[in-house]
């Protein structure tokens, strides 16, 4: 814990200007953003008696080892600097406001050349309308199959619609009258990208239009004695008010706006958020976050407005913002809101009317939503707090530890051996945190002596991050034997490690290995524990417990210990530590089963050098399969476009070393397969896992 005073400026240092400042913890690791209107008179709050301080930004301030700040032109320009760093550096004390769950919105894929009509969730993407956010995906599609009555717009799959087009012949939907079918040519591009364009008309809200012109073609239809007709006009026009009921409309004007309503206790606040466009609700989303300081509702609406639309533009931003509380001051809010839409934002407070009351419909829903947080969020607290004081006595650690690191080996008899280690902090998994490892220090099947490599690996990472940040004094820290093994296998881990953020120069940003764990827990017993101690001690790392779950018994084993520590069944800490080691597990196995299946699908024809995925796949297309390429002549490889003699001649001489697969078999009915059995082969001479290492019971049963 620092001392305030320790890095607190020297008079005269802060400039009185607009500006963004960063706290920053002793790895150097952005722990807080803010903007202020003068740098000076915001960042002297914080220096003051820790007494009078707010008790989360007490630890905050205590947490810092460091301040700095950036000097801007405008308030508008430090609205959008807070907003990229919080983004860039996720600081653990600012407030952000994370969705309960991902919510589902309604896509139409416009950037397609025949859209598609589907249920997307996450990152929006360019050329994709959406409509939405909607509270459960099953609305959406009730929305949907009501309109494509009238609206028979493509909803299937890349591969359902090729398969149909390859076929001749459409998908259930497209002989019932659901689906225009463009994939059997019943519709031409132009036609159907039109039909998709009226479907997003009519989302948007514009439905008067659609409803007077199939009143209109129902009214010609039944003078003209086209009763058929009429009666399907009609249920046309039922299906597409019955839509319309689905969001009742709450403003009479047809107005498009955002309600945002807050609320609060000294701890914590709850944002609900009402999409409202022509008149109808066409969405809503909430969110609950922790206040780090004494923060106005006012500050929590300029946050919630910046977690809106910091990424949005255009139409996304609409005309008017309704809010409890206006931002402080509100002039750069409302501007740079603007600037996101690209015209006017009307941001105030709805005072009477239709507006006033669903603003108080918001707020009743805010206010429950803090309630059933609350509710559920005690009982969670406690149990984490209850398990990880557990933990700490069990083991004789002197504190909780706050962040826990397990490491697990997976492998099939031997092959494809590789490591995950996940991370917990204050007992919930952080999987932006995972990472995974290929055992590349020896060949074969060894647990102990990959265990060992993981853990150095990891951990050498970690000190040169700590020597390159000058956490310690010149002698200490890596000797150059360390130094020349960490560079050597350096692009190893970064080829190794498939998730996460790559290595940044500019501190502060999230790293690979920059933090270290207060535990690290091992999946094994006794070995695997004795190999993981080994290599911290090696390192002269003696600051970080190990811990080994064995599976077996349960049993939690300590290093140098010949018997190990029993933690009742009911324990709360042992719960923890098994839910940490099965997900270690979990992420091991799913790797390992990747790269294996990704072996499985390779080709003789990856090897051949300058041979890239566009001409590969043209030698198989033309041949059919790589037995048959195999078979053929230079003369007749030359044949394919786009391959010369000289690639003939490598891709034959490549074929002809390269070994035929083994061939696969039908577990269903025991047939053995040919090349040119099944689906048309792509990249691989056999298709799918080999069946020799037995039933798919028996190989998980062989995975480790």
């Given at each position: 814990?620092?001392?305030?005073?320790?890095?607190?400026?020297r008079p005269g240092e802060i400039p009185d200007s607009p500006g963004v400042y960063r706290f920053r913890d002793e790895h150097r690791r952005v722990i807080y953003v803010g903007k202020a209107k003068s740098l000076r008179q915001r960042l002297a709050n914080y220096f003051?008696?820790?007494?009078?301080?707010?008790?989360?930004?007490?630890?905050?301030?205590?947490?810092?080892?460091?301040?700095?700040?950036?000097?801007?032109?405008?308030?508008?320009?430090?609205?959008?600097?807070?907003?990229?760093?919080?983004?860039?550096?996720?600081?653990?004390?600012?407030?952000?406001?994370?969705?309960?769950?991902?919510?589902?919105?309604?896509?139409?894929?416009?950037?397609?050349?025949?859209?598609?009509?589907?249920?997307?969730?996450?990152?929006?993407?360019?050329?994709?309308?959406?409509?939405?956010?909607?509270?459960?995906?099953?609305?959406?599609?009730?929305?949907?199959?009501?309109?494509?009555?009238?609206?028979?717009?493509?909803?299937?799959?890349?591969?359902?619609?090729?398969?149909?087009?390859?076929?001749?012949?459409?998908?259930?939907?497209?002989?019932?009258?659901?689906?225009?079918?463009?994939?059997?040519?019943?519709?031409?591009?132009?036609?159907?990208?039109?039909?998709?364009?009226?479907?997003?008309?009519?989302?948007?809200?514009?439905?008067?239009?659609?409803?007077?012109?199939?009143?209109?073609?129902?009214?010609?239809?039944?003078?003209?004695?086209?009763?058929?007709?009429?009666?399907?006009?009609?249920?046309?026009?039922?299906?597409?008010?019955?839509?319309?009921?689905?969001?009742?409309?709450?403003?009479?004007?047809?107005?498009?706006?955002?309600?945002?309503?807050?609320?609060?206790?000294?701890?914590?606040?709850?944002?609900?958020?009402?999409?409202?466009?022509?008149?109808?609700?066409?969405?809503?989303?909430?969110?609950?976050?922790?206040?780090?300081?004494?923060?106005?509702?006012?500050?929590?609406?300029?946050?919630?407005?910046?977690?809106?639309?910091?990424?949005?533009?255009?139409?996304?931003?609409?005309?008017?913002?309704?809010?409890?509380?206006?931002?402080?001051?509100?002039?750069?809010?409302?501007?740079?809101?603007?600037?996101?839409?690209?015209?006017?934002?009307?941001?105030?407070?709805?005072?009477?009317?239709?507006?006033?009351?669903?603003?108080?419909?918001?707020?009743?829903?805010?206010?429950?939503?803090?309630?059933?947080?609350?509710?559920?969020?005690?009982?969670?607290?406690?149990?984490?707090?209850?398990?990880?004081?557990?933990?700490?006595?069990?083991?004789?650690?002197?504190?909780?530890?706050?962040?826990?690191?397990?490491?697990?080996?997976?492998?099939?008899?031997?092959?494809?051996?590789?490591?995950?280690?996940?991370?917990?902090?204050?007992?919930?998994?952080?999987?932006?945190?995972?990472?995974?490892?290929?055992?590349?220090?020896?060949?074969?099947?060894?647990?102990?002596?990959?265990?060992?490599?993981?853990?150095?690996r990891r951990f050498r990472r970690y000190l040169a991050e700590k020597e390159k940040t000058g956490e310690w004094a010149d002698g200490e820290g890596l000797t150059d034997g360390d130094r020349q093994a960490d560079g050597a296998g350096a692009a190893d881990d970064a080829?190794?490690?498939?998730?996460?953020?790559?290595?940044?120069?500019?501190?502060?940003?999230?790293?690979?290995?920059?933090?270290?764990?207060?535990?690290?827990?091992?999946?094994?017993?006794?070995?695997?524990?004795?190999?993981?101690?080994?290599?911290?001690?090696?390192?002269?790392?003696?600051?970080?417990?190990?811990?080994?779950?064995?599976?077996?018994?349960?049993?939690?084993?300590?290093?140098?210990?010949?018997?190990?520590?029993?933690?009742?069944?009911?324990?709360?800490?042992?719960?923890?530590?098994?839910?940490?080691?099965?997900?270690?597990?979990?992420?091991?196995?799913?790797?390992?089963?990747?790269?294996?299946?990704?072996?499985?699908?390779?080709?003789?024809?990856?090897?051949?050098?300058?041979?890239?995925?566009?001409?590969?796949?043209?030698?198989?297309?033309?041949?059919?399969?790589?037995?048959?390429?195999?078979?053929?002549?230079?003369?007749?490889?030359?044949?394919?476009?786009?391959?010369?003699?000289?690639?003939?001649?490598?891709?034959?001489?490549?074929?002809?070393?390269?070994?035929?697969?083994?061939?696969?078999?039908?577990?269903?009915?025991?047939?053995?397969?040919?090349?040119?059995?099944?689906?048309?082969?792509?990249?691989?001479?056999?298709?799918?896992?080999?069946?020799?290492?037995?039933?798919?019971?028996?190989?998980?049963?062989?995975?480790?």
């Open positions: 814990m620092a001392d305030p005073s320790s890095y607190r400026p003051q008696d820790l007494a009078n301080l707010h008790p989360r930004t007490r630890t905050m301030v205590t947490t810092a080892a460091s301040v700095e700040w950036t000097v801007v032109s405008t308030e508008v320009e430090a609205l959008q600097l807070e907003y990229s760093w919080i983004k860039e550096y996720d600081p653990r004390f600012n407030v952000k406001y994370r969705d309960d769950k991902s919510y589902p919105y309604l896509a139409v894929t416009m950037n397609e050349e025949f859209p598609r009509v589907q249920v997307m969730r996450g990152q929006k993407k360019k050329g994709v309308r959406y409509f939405g956010p909607y509270g459960h995906a099953w609305a959406i599609r009730d929305t949907v199959d009501l309109l494509l009555r009238v609206f028979p717009v493509r909803t299937c799959s890349a591969g359902v619609f090729k398969n149909a087009a390859r076929t001749g012949r459409p998908c259930l939907l497209g002989y019932i009258g659901k689906c225009s079918a463009p994939c059997v040519g019943r519709i031409t591009p132009d036609d159907h990208w039109d039909l998709a364009d009226e479907f997003c008309d009519f989302m948007a809200g514009r439905t008067g239009t659609y409803l007077r012109r199939l009143e209109r073609q129902m009214a010609e239809a039944a003078e003209d004695m086209e009763y058929e007709r009429a009666a399907r006009l009609r249920d046309d026009i039922g299906a597409l008010k019955k839509a319309m009921e689905k969001s009742a409309v709450v403003l009479a004007d047809a107005t498009d706006a955002d309600l945002i309503a807050v609320a609060e206790d000294e701890l914590e606040a709850a944002v609900q958020i009402f999409h409202v466009r022509g008149g109808r609700v066409r969405g809503q989303r909430g969110w609950v976050t922790d206040k780090v300081e004494e923060i106005t509702t006012g500050a929590l609406v300029e946050h919630a407005l910046q977690q809106l639309y910091g990424e949005e533009s255009g139409d996304a931003v609409p005309k008017e913002v309704l809010v409890p509380a206006l931002p402080d001051p509100v002039e750069p809010v409302q501007q740079w809101l603007t600037e996101r839409r690209g015209s006017g934002v009307s941001l105030r407070i709805p005072q009477r009317g239709d507006k006033k009351a669903l603003m108080e419909t918001v707020q009743r829903n805010a206010q429950q939503s803090l309630v059933l947080h609350k509710t559920k969020r005690a009982s969670d607290l406690t149990t984490r707090s209850r398990a990880l004081e557990e933990i700490a006595e069990a083991l004789d650690l002197d504190s909780a530890p706050l962040r826990i690191e397990c490491y697990d080996i997976s492998h099939l008899q031997g092959d494809d051996v590789v490591a995950s280690m996940v991370v917990f902090e204050d007992g919930l998994a952080r999987k932006s945190e995972y990472r995974r490892f290929q055992i590349k220090g020896f060949e074969g099947q060894d647990d102990v002596r990959s265990m060992h490599e993981v853990i150095t080829a190794a490690l498939t998730d996460g953020p790559a290595l940044k120069d500019d501190d502060g940003r999230p790293k690979r290995f920059a933090y270290p764990p207060q535990l690290v827990v091992v999946d094994g017993g006794q070995p695997q524990v004795a190999a993981a101690q080994r290599a911290l001690d090696e390192l002269g790392i003696d600051d970080i417990a190990v811990c080994g779950l064995a599976k077996r018994l349960e049993e939690v084993w300590l290093p140098r210990e010949d018997d190990p520590v029993v933690l009742p069944r009911t324990s709360e800490g042992l719960y923890l530590l098994q839910r940490v080691r099965d997900e270690a597990h979990r992420f091991a196995i799913t790797y390992q089963r990747a790269k294996r299946a990704k072996r499985f699908r390779s080709s003789p024809l990856d090897d051949v050098p300058g041979l890239g995925e566009t001409r590969k796949q043209a030698l198989i297309k033309h041949f059919g399969s790589v037995k048959k390429l195999r078979s053929a002549t230079i003369d007749q490889i030359c044949e394919v476009p786009g391959i010369g003699r000289k690639t003939a001649e490598t891709v034959a001489v490549a074929l002809a070393r390269a070994t035929p697969a083994a061939p696969a078999v039908n577990t269903a009915t025991g047939e053995i397969m040919d090349e040119d059995d099944g689906a048309p082969e792509t990249t691989a001479d056999a298709p799918g896992e080999p069946v020799s290492a037995g039933t798919p019971d028996e190989r998980r049963g062989q995975e480790r």
